[in-house]
DNA sequence: CGTCCTATTGAAGCTTCTCAACGACAGTGG
DNA sequence: CCACTGTCGTTGAGAAGCTTCAATAGGACG
């Protein structure tokens, strides 16, 4: 898996930072000063384990950060011990966005896998990464009103697919994503708390699914066989990606 | 209801504004030139029937509006008819937050009741207002998230609860509670479609919340009797309004 | 007085949950 | 090398929560 590195010692391999700098570049093109930025920022990259938190809900916010490799997600947990996750981060996600106007956090972040974050390195105003930082933002908050739809207005069968669907939506924009297959690290049990549903319920639904010939899922790599027609089937309707550039640019 | 305006002639009266003076104040202390920029907007104000639509899913962004009177709401409607809400803009909310980044809207905002709005009032950089403003949106998205944690892990009766709680905490914000009680435009359809419930169960539910003599529901005006005990019983965690000035403040 | 919308109630059914048990698998220590 | 342990996925049976369909009642309005 670990290829030679050239040129300059990176602390993190290429192969860590690509699927980042893919994502950020398909929010917003980005300019050579912004690839220098990202670079930077990437030699101090750390390593966090499962369970790690990044943020605490009430807690001060830290520097925002961006997500190299791994899942985190936002998460609350309800004093009689029932979770929800209410969204996810994904490679080139930044976690933390600068919310300056509340200094604490409205969520907990917590690592769902490994993760190799690095701090999210300032934009000059204007810049294609000021652009993409806003686009991810948007996005953010689009992906979020879907899930208020799914949980609300969705049966199980229904919240599973679409949340795989934008998985793989997702996914793909960082590359991370092989003839229509991709990893996906959540138990059965973290996917049952994102979809507000029991482990068992989401197990007799996957495997529904997987009789009806819509899914693989096998050792944690989903396979969709007809996306679009699964998407068409639940009326699934994805946000727009805008890269049209607004605002005071250089 | 209509008291003599003083002063200079307003096109709505001092008792149309006041309520979003009061919740923006709430949010950040507003200066003089703040005031003077929002009195200067509601000059302009709108009124506009049930059913209109302020921003439509898709479509581009106009601008910001600051909601006057009435209710609002981000909605979707799914190809076969389900309906979503997915928050509501109150008196004093900004409805088409700054989201320069995404030109487009994501989702449809609709008049719940009849509403008076008017344009919100480009706020100067460190200005009271700017807080107010930012503030305002950090509080819309931990409604949001909370919204997320009501549909995915209560149940219907701890729903309307914490629904019912969201809404007195908001409205408190804008004077607009007399002693615990105040006004509930919605029906109990729409109750239904902002819970992820039927009508006919949301009706069950608080009938059962009379019987428990947790509420009073009569004539569009609620009454939680001991809405601390509720928000005990359910646990609900409220998000923490901070007024505390960050960033470059003049 | 008729119409429409909203609230209310009953009965039956379906989706989802709960409880419980078992199998597959990886890691660990003897 | 093999029990031991813990996690995760899988399955069954019964119960609870919520929905669906249908019908009635109450109010607002023309």
Chains 1, 2 share one sequence.
């Not at 030679?4 to 980005?30: E, F, G, H, Y």
């Not at 369970?51 to 961006?66: E, K, M």
């Not at 899914?215 to 994805?238: C, F, N, Y």
Request: proline share 7%; aromatic share 4%.
């Amino acid at each position: 898996m670990t290829r030679p590195v050239t040129a300059p010692p990176l602390s993190v391999s290429d192969d860590v930072i690509a699927p980042a700098l893919r994502r950020l570049s398909a929010l917003s093109s980005l300019e050579a000063a912004d690839l220098a930025l990202l670079h930077a920022a990437m030699e101090v990259s750390q390593t966090h384990p499962p369970r790690h938190n990044f943020l605490t809900l009430g807690r001060p916010i830290a520097a925002p950060l961006l997500l190299l490799q791994g899942w985190a997600a936002r998460v609350r947990i309800l004093p009689d011990g029932r979770r929800q996750f209410m969204s996810f981060y994904l490679p080139g996600d930044v976690i933390g966005a600068t919310h300056q106007a509340m200094p604490i956090a409205s969520a907990t972040v917590i690592a769902m896998t490994e993760t190799i974050v690095c701090p999210a390195p300032a934009a000059p105003a204007g810049s294609g990464l000021a652009q993409a930082y806003a686009v991810a933002e948007a996005l953010d908050e689009a992906y979020l009103l879907g899930h208020v739809v799914q949980l609300g207005r969705l049966n199980a069968q229904e919240r599973i697919s679409d949340f795989l669907l934008e998985i793989y939506e997702r996914l793909s924009l960082a590359g991370l994503t092989v003839g229509g297959s991709f990893e996906m690290p959540l138990t059965q049990e973290m996917l049952a708390d994102a979809l507000g549903l029991t482990p068992v319920h989401v197990n007799r639904m996957i495997q529904q699914a997987r009789r009806d010939g819509e899914l693989m899922w096998k050792s944690g790599r989903v396979l969709l066989r007809d996306p679009e027609r699964t998407a068409r089937t639940i009326g699934r309707q994805s946000p727009q990606v805008t890269t049209q550039r607004v605002g005071a640019s250089g």
